[in-house]
């Protein structure tokens, strides 16, 4: 499957978006949870109302891809579910 062509700044809110989920799965309840919750709100906010998601062919298998993408991975392969 052909790679898609994701902007750098909604790879990068993508990457950060995980950075934060995994530090707030890390810590501990009360341990800055906060923090880490708000954070993650504004970014999972970002990614839900970036521009690019108003381009055609920008679907829920895009959004998939995004993240696959900003884990390093190549996206998903042809045939995949």
């Given at each position: 499957m052909?790679?898609?062509p994701f902007p750098l700044d909604l790879?990068?809110?993508q990457t950060a978006?995980?950075?934060t989920y995994r530090a707030l799965a890390a810590v501990g309840p009360g341990a800055g949870t906060a923090v880490?919750?708000?954070r993650l709100l504004r970014l999972s906010t970002r990614l839900w109302?970036?521009?690019y998601?108003?381009?055609?062919?920008a679907g829920p298998a895009a959004?998939?891809?995004?993240?696959?993408?900003?884990r390093g991975?190549?996206?998903r392969e042809a045939g995949a579910a």
């Open positions: 052909k790679q898609r790879v990068q809110t978006w995980s950075a880490l919750r708000r109302w970036h521009p998601w108003t381009t055609a062919g959004r998939v891809d995004l993240r696959e993408h900003a991975g190549s996206g």
